[in-house]
């Protein structure tokens, strides 16, 4: 992306991985049963402090059979932190069922571990707690017979973006995709379809499109004759001066209308009056299915303050579901920039997407074998200055944006010396279609190894940040990730893509495959230099293997691919001694690099069936001749 007017930059260094114990994998039944493989609960001394929550959990007792709320079980521990200090790490065990918030679960400096000790929010042993964000929706009545729309009562004042029905992520009602029409003007778009100046709520009308990397989404402002405008700043924002090539120059489809509520599965809030409107399969009847509408933007924020980090605070086993963000929905839309980062206000301001669990200012923060699933916004983000955070055998599906924001594009606030490892990401950028699986911005000491993404409209790891300034870090190691479907949306990305100068660096024994749009299934874009390429498996890639963009100094070596085609647009970059496949026939090397990537045995994912798993199904059927073509 050539983005000359943003200077920021990126960089990274080295971290010792240490393995997380392994336990059994438990059989997925439905992703909100599903038990993660991970269960890395501490050893509890006798004299050790451990309480217990429950979702009825109340009163003060916090024990096995007398369990508290999740809220007193925090105030409990920071009392006891504050009186007596810790000599010994505390528990609290959350016991399986849906915790429903009705607001955001914070944890601050007050409730970080002391004298080296650690705070532990574990799944109790065999169950699955759920953090959720989420409200059941019942009462159903049938409202239009001859269309079979039902409806039921939400209350005004509630808004939403998303819907789940029996745990999966419903289709907000919408028309046709690439319509007709819909030619770009001054304030919007022209020659669109002269019935939408009789629909209702106009306002709420969401205009969505897609230029190369990005994704837009405006609201509209009015709609005369067949004339159409939207809201600023979203139109400001994604079509004017900062904005290259235009911007927001195509309607990819139009989204929230009543009168878009044409298919089965569809649905439809009119937060006005407060009534959702949903069209079930035929014959079907909404009263025999579970409905869940998110309210929450964040679940979880964990912050630091001022020069005190939140630190020694462990998670795992936990399920973080069911959040909104209602900012798209609004006169600011959703203006992308890039990877989750979007224009917002008059001043064209960036933000990041937030998530559904939020760090700040952390230190010894872990995460391991949880669960994040049904979100609206981003997964989990890592920021101002976070250090030694360890997010390792998570699983992230179904997620609107990124799955993991590790970092900020602020070259002040530097996070650093962390690991991501064995995580399983996959079916995210569900609604903003630029979200990434890993994206990492001004860092420092981060590994991103063994995780495993899958089915993404975007980039799957995205590293840096800057457009071409200098950098004073480095040291960063991406490898051993598997990568498979992506890049099926949007252009101009790649399996790994890296922004600014990173000297120090590597991508090794990495596993990318099928990646049908632009650029490079590995990708030193604007001012990318200091990277060591080597041991990495690309296959199926409709483009190059590799694609260097004004950058300089990067030496790409041993690695293996089945297209041949490369792009050097830089100075002092040595390419050499590339494996060119052809009719399948794999070195020993480069089928022991696609073995080894990915998530690791023991951890939630690994071992999953795939169309790129090596083996004799997969490695004859690539067409070489047509590089175009052999990612299909």
Known sequence: MRISRLLHLVALCTFTFIPVPETAHARLQSILNFIPAILAHPTIKPDAGVLYVAPSGNGTGCTINTPCSLTTARDRVRSLISSQGMSTDITVYLRGGTYRLNSTFELSSADSGTNGHTIHYNAYPGETPVISGGTIVTGWSLYDVNHEIYRARTGTGINFRQLYVNGQRAVRARGVENPEGYNQNATGFTDIDPLMQGWNNKEDIEIVGFNEWRSFRCPVAGISGTSMSLQNPCWTNSSGAYQPDDGFTKVAWIENSYELLDEPGEWYLDHHFGYLYYKPAPNGNPDQEIFIYPRLQTLMSIHGTGPVPVKNIHFSGITFAHTTWLTPSGPNGYADLQAGFHFIGEDGSIEKTPAAVQVSQGSTITFTGNTFV?????????????????????????????????????????????????????????????????????????????????????????????????????????????????????????????????????????YLCRQPHSHGAIYPDEGTSGYLIHDNVILHTGDSWLFIHNGDNNTATDNFTDNGHFVNQGLSNVIGNTTIVQAGNWPQDALTIMQNAGVSTGYQGSGQPSFCRPGATILFVEDDADPEKSWN
Request: charged share 20%.
């Open 374 to 510: 049904h979100l609206g916004g981003a997964g989990l983000t890592i920021a101002e200055n976070s250090t030694d955070i360890q997010i390792i055998g998570n699983r992230f599906e179904d997620i609107s944006s990124s799955a993991i924001q590790f970092g900020d594009i602020d070259p002040n606030s530097i996070s650093s010396h962390s690991i991501i490892s064995n995580n399983l990401i996959r079916e995210i950028g569900r609604e903003y279609h630029d979200g990434v699986g890993i994206f990492a911005g001004y860092v420092k000491s981060v590994i991103i190894e063994h995780n495993e993404l899958r089915n993404l409209p975007y980039s799957g790891i995205s590293i840096g940040w800057g457009w071409g300034m200098d950098s004073s870090a480095g040291d960063n190691i991406i490898r051993a990730n598997w990568m498979e479907d992506y890049m099926h949306t949007l252009h101009d990305g790649g399996g790994i893509y890296t922004l600014s100068p990173q000297p120090r660096s590597e991508i090794n024994h990495n």
